[in-house]
């Protein structure tokens, strides 16, 4: 599905699953990297610290999480690197272990595109990254 129908659906789903709340104010879906990222705003604290428990199978959410938490973890741009052209003949295990030398990978994702392995990696830790890069 294109990226705009995917969120209709997200939306949707959402929408339905908190309509009788009237604590529940809108919700709205980011991409980073390969994740999907549902915020769901409410008009007051205790209505999201209840949601909380909320899980909606159909969207494969099984855990909601505060916002401040989620901005913690979302911090990709300083924890994450992106690297590109790896051998298709790499398994991402050792891909994973070359990059797990620098520091605690929390988020490790591989995608393939045509004849080269593309990696998403994570640290828990953004001093890591800059590890990397000074070796």
């Not at 999201?48 to 999480?65: H, P, R």
Request: charged share 20%; proline share 2%; hydrophobic share 45%.
């Amino acid at each position: 599905y294109p990226k705009e129908k995917n969120n209709s659906k997200i939306i949707l789903a959402i929408n339905n699953v908190f309509a009788q709340n009237d604590k529940f104010r809108e919700v709205s879906i980011h991409h980073v990297n390969l994740m999907h990222s549902v915020i769901i705003y409410f008009v007051i604290s205790d209505a999201a610290a209840a949601a909380l428990y909320v899980t909606i199978s159909d969207l494969k959410i099984e855990i909601f999480c505060d916002f401040s938490q989620y901005k913690a973890d979302m911090q990709f741009n300083e924890r994450t690197i992106y690297v590109t052209n790896i051998s298709l003949q790499m398994k991402p295990a050792n891909i994973k272990q070359v990059f797990a030398k620098y520091g605690t990978v929390t988020d490790f994702k591989i995608t393939v595109k045509g004849m080269w392995q593309h990696a998403y990696i994570t640290y828990k830790n953004p001093k890591c990254i800059k590890l990397f890069y000074q070796v």
